[in-house]
């Protein structure tokens, strides 16, 4: 497959690259941010969004703020590090890549200034490779993903997903997309729906954005067609991502994921979950520990900036929702397809 002529985020010595998208699919236009602040917030206002995006962003975050910290002895540095830390943490509360990528940088700034002889520039420029190898190691644990995913897709496939869990959401080639991607290079001729995903339409507004880029065939629909395309018999099997896979399986994803789930059981469906295994947290025992992100009002209560809900009338606004293990089919990994009981699986792919 050719390299796409477009990134998702990247590592320059100006600042953190990103394609803003916000914009998306009507301009594509790249900010550079030079602040660790600029980095946390573009995080929060979904510039750069995706559990895997936002864990490499993170990285470069740590990174960023190793190069812009006016400190001159390692202990000052330190601080300004656990500083940047603290402050990405704030950032989104569900996507468990946020923290895991937090914690491998956390953990290379102790192990340098305890190297002999280390000194504030040679944590910067370790900091700086290190977060510019979590983006590396990304896209290569998504090609794995894909290539593992593919005993499970059939010729001709129509593929149901849900949100973006795309080259968007990741380093770049995507989770559940990079599946899809997989299977249209081997030649399955594959096709996707994509689910508008209400409110922020990351399936019509990006997933269809980079499908249509890489000439996969993609047709948008919205949340509340799922059920009747897959009693029409339209849909062969679901593909979605993950923000953070619990021990015992069940599934953090975009709100609406649980109820394109509990459709595909009703019409025996299969229902996979692709994921690198940085999403699973084997810390959190179940769904109901997983804290699930409340965002603001406006996303509800517009469109563009085009209000749709009378002043003063209440939202609610959970933006993700936990699929119980018992509806998820098979989970996909760069390790390999993982079966109930995931209890044992997935702790197996730590061993
Ligand atoms: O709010 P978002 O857009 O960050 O939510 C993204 C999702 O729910 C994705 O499906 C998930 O992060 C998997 S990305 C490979």
Redesign the pocket.
Known sequence: MAKPDWFTVRWSDDGVVMLD?RRLPSEEIYLTLKSVEEIAQSIEN?AV??????GCTAAMGVARAAVTSEAATLSDLRSDLELAIKRLEQT?P??V?LFWALRRMGALIDQVCEESGADVARVRQRLVVEAERVLAEDIEICRAIGASGLELIPRDARIMT?????AL??GGY???LGVVRAARDAGRGVSVISNETRP?L?GAR?TAWELQRDDVPVTVVTDNMVGHLMRTGEVDLVV????RVAANGDVA??IG?YTVAVLAREHSIPFYV??PVS?IDLETPSGAEIPI?ERGREEIAEIGERPILPAGVPVRHP??DVTPATLVTAIVTEKGVVRPPYVETLSALFR
């Open positions: 998208q979904l969004r995706g559990a895997p995006a936002i989104r569900t996507a890549n849900h949100c973006n869990a795309g959401a990741t995507g989770t559940a922020f990351q990006l979605v991502g993950a923000d994803n975009k994921t692709a994921a999403t992100e933006a993700f």
